[in-house]
């Protein structure tokens, strides 16, 4: 497995964080980022994180350093200039009502392939950014890659573009980045909803530190 993400991901990556997000995180949403130690600096490992926005995938792999690759629906892939953007950042796309096993294979390409991958824990955004029902994608992605979890929480950004606000707002941005769990043994239901609910207790616990 190679040690990092190819390098022409990785210098597009860097042509759009700098002049892009890095400023939008750490300016205009006043950006924090703790525990930036745990992060690899190489290898794969997936970042199982929570969510509450749009704008989570981006803030992500700017806090962490380095591209992650997340599933995306197959329709944002349509439109060119954000389409362009987003594989820049590492996203792949998975077709709307795809079976979970072919989003997982895609996640597990993008492993093979050195890429830092990221897992939204509950699957969906939810209201207040806490996780509630957490689904074992993450921890079976990693049992069968065998590679570690990193859990990465977001705090506030519900709160950059909520309901009826058409401009994104300069609102406070916290990530917190727990110490890498090691992949999960083996792929049993009881072992990967033991880890699972391990991760959810994490970023409830990072997330309930506020700001």
């Keep these: 497995m190679p ?3 190819p390098w022409p991901s990785l210098v597009l990556y860097h042509l ?3 002049p892009v997000v890095a400023p939008t995180f750490w300016w205009y949403l006043r950006g924090r980022v703790e525990g930036f130690a745990h992060v690899p600096r190489r290898g794969a490992f997936v970042a199982v994180c929570n969510h509450a926005s749009d704008f989570d ?22 439109v060119p200039v954000f389409a362009t953007l987003i594989r820049w950042y590492g996203a792949f796309p998975v ?4 079976s979970d096993r072919q989003a997982i294979q895609a996640a597990l390409s993008a ?45 506030g950004t519900q709160q950059i573009r909520p309901r009826g606000c058409r401009w994104p707002r300069s609102t406070p941005v916290t990530v917190r980045i727990a110490p890498p769990l090691p992949p999960p043994p083996d792929s049993h239901r009881a072992t990967l909803e ?8 994490i970023l409830n616990q990072l997330h309930d530190l506020g700001r």
């Design 111 to 155: 492993l093979a392939q050195g890429w830092a991958t990221g897992v939204f824990l509950s699957g969906t955004r939810t209201a207040d950014g806490r996780v509630t029902a957490p689904k074992l994608g993450a921890a079976l992605i990693a049992a069968k890659a065998q590679v570690p979890l990193l859990p990465v929480m977001l705090w």
């Design 16 to 18: 759009f964080k700098w």
């Design 194 to 201: 033991a880890v699972t609910w391990e991760c959810c207790r």
């Design 95 to 98: 077709r709307r009502g795809a």
């Design 3 to 5: 040690s990092r993400e």
């Design 57 to 78: 995938p981006p803030l992500v792999s700017c806090a962490l350093g380095r591209p992650v690759a997340y599933m995306a629906k197959e329709e944002l892939f349509r």
